[in-house]
């Protein structure tokens, strides 16, 4: 049986066409700075609910890639860039209508590991548990760290603080990474619990940070097979070799 569907509402009158926001999007980024994209986010996500009454609110989402400039013959070259890694630094802003804008930042993809300061033990234990304590392991992990901003009222709002949205994100990278370095962990949760405070004392106009930091389980094969005098790691059935 076949059904249909009536609506008399002018709904196609009030749609944005994929085609016009791939245009669009070319054109804002020409008009306006595209750095920090905390601040080029602020501007597409405010674009919209001014320009368009039907529009109540816009989502943007940005993903900046590290490119790095390539070094050949022992001299930058002028145009030439390779990917420096999977990390990303990641930016959300939401804009309402009489509501202000909400901002986001994060980073994600930045793999770290070292080869000890690691431990987990002293946790609840019962029938159940099969896990090993450890008091000296290899600690690897995924970096998704996020922190969000304090209200921003107008896009002049965000505008007059740009330059914390850099200092911010150069902030937040050093902090896991020396953290992540120097701590002598008990947990990973009790190391991204100092990651977390460490940023909200470093930078004033942030008012949350979470973390997400899954464990890459890798184990020293010298600790399995004694014949192995290399180290090495297993994880999920695949073979790294840390050199």
């Not at 609506?7 to 944005?16: A, H, N, R, T, W």
């Not at 996500?45 to 400039?69: D, G, L, M, N, Q």
């Not at 009489?98 to 930045?110: E, H």
């Not at 930078?203 to 192995?228: M, Q």
Request: charged share 20%; aromatic share 10%; glycine share 4%.
């Amino acid at each position: 049986m076949k059904n249909t569907v009536y609506c008399e509402f002018p709904v196609l009158s009030l749609l944005l066409s994929f085609g016009w926001l791939t245009i669009r999007f070319p054109v804002l980024a020409k008009q306006n700075p595209v750095t920090p994209p905390e601040l080029f986010g602020s501007i597409l996500a405010s674009h919209f609910p001014e320009k368009y009454p039907h529009i109540h609110a816009a989502h943007v989402k940005i993903i900046t890639h590290r490119w790095t400039r390539m070094t050949i013959d022992g001299k930058p070259h002028p145009h030439s860039f390779l990917r420096d890694g999977a990390e990303t630094r990641n930016t959300e802003v939401v804009c309402k209508r009489g509501a202000g804008i909400i901002v986001r930042s994060g980073i994600q993809g930045l793999l770290v590991l070292k080869s000890t300061g690691s431990a987990f033990h002293s946790f609840v234990r019962d029938e159940y548990t099969s896990l090993g304590e450890t008091w000296d392991r290899i600690l690897s992990t995924e970096v998704d760290a996020n922190w969000g901003w304090r209200l921003f009222k107008t896009l002049h709002d965000v505008k007059r603080n740009t330059r914390l949205f850099d200092e911010a994100w150069e902030s937040a990278r050093n902090i896991t990474l020396k953290t992540f370095a120097n701590d002598n962990s008990a947990s990973v949760q009790a190391t991204m619990y100092k990651m977390a405070n460490e940023i909200l004392a470093a930078v004033p106009d942030v008012n949350s940070v979470d973390y997400s930091l899954p464990n890459k389980h890798y184990i020293e094969i010298g600790k399995l097979f004694s014949e192995v005098s290399s180290l090495s790691s297993v994880v999920d059935r695949r073979t790294y070799s840390m050199y």
